[in-house]
């Protein structure tokens, strides 16, 4: 089974998209620098993954979910994440106290 999978950087605050057999060595590897595209954007949050029958499908999932129609099913999907995530980070601001 292949898996799409979607990161967050907690530095620049974008997603990073991708596709894998192995979630948690991959996520291992982007954490620790090894992927190129990610080592500048550290610390990173997975957020996101799922399942696909074969490399093709998770393939074919990873390139939707970085179109326009994409992001607008993960901002969807994610919501809740990315509420409590603001409501965490205004409550532990000082300019906000």
Request: glycine share 8%.
């Amino acid at each position: 089974m292949y898996y799409t999978y979607v990161l967050f950087s907690e530095k620049d605050k974008n997603f990073y998209v991708g596709y894998t057999h192995n979630v948690a060595l991959r996520f291992e590897q982007h954490c620790g620098g090894q992927v190129d595209s990610t080592k500048n954007r550290r610390p990173l949050l997975l957020i996101y993954f799922e399942g696909g029958l074969d490399k093709q499908d998770a393939l074919n999932r990873e390139k939707y979910l970085k179109t326009f129609y994409g992001r607008m099913f993960l901002g969807k999907r994610l919501k809740s994440y990315f509420t409590r995530l603001h409501n965490e980070t205004s409550h532990n601001n000082p300019e906000n106290r």
